[in-house]
């Protein structure tokens, strides 16, 4: 018997790309985008926002760094990368496989301006921080009352 793995993700990615396709003149960021194209999931994130910058924090558990690629351009974040998938152990059987593994990719565009020279990013224990800072003309301003 065989273990055939079964990622719903797949199936939804598949029809997520097959509309973007029909509908390309409407999503042209998307369309051609060879990381979005071969995706097989996409990692979770939480985002925050206060005055001073937005924060993205994405589990990606299991990703190496140096498999990370990130890249700004027109206001929009690209995050990509690929887990690895485990080595199957032949004196084991395996039961469940649960944990998504190859290409994934997230994009975010901003409401308003952002500083793109002093995106950082952080990676500690499976998660991928990227605090984006503001930029200063959209930031509140307090004003000196004489």
Known sequence: ???????????LMS????????????????????DYESAVWSPMVDITEDEEK????FDI???KKDDIRMNFADNTLKISGERQSVEEKKDATCHRVERLTGKFFRSFNFPTQVNSDKIGAKYEDGVLTVTVPKAEE??????KIS
């Open 61 to 63: 558990p299991g990703v």
């Open 54 to 57: 937005y924060e993205l924090s």
């Open 138 to 143: 959209v930031k509140p301003r307090q004003i």
């Open 15 to 34: 029809l997520q790309r097959e509309f973007d396709r029909v509908f390309s003149g409407f999503n042209a960021k998307r369309a051609g985008n060879e």
């Open 1 to 11: 018997m065989t273990l055939a793995r079964w990622n719903p993700m797949n199936d």
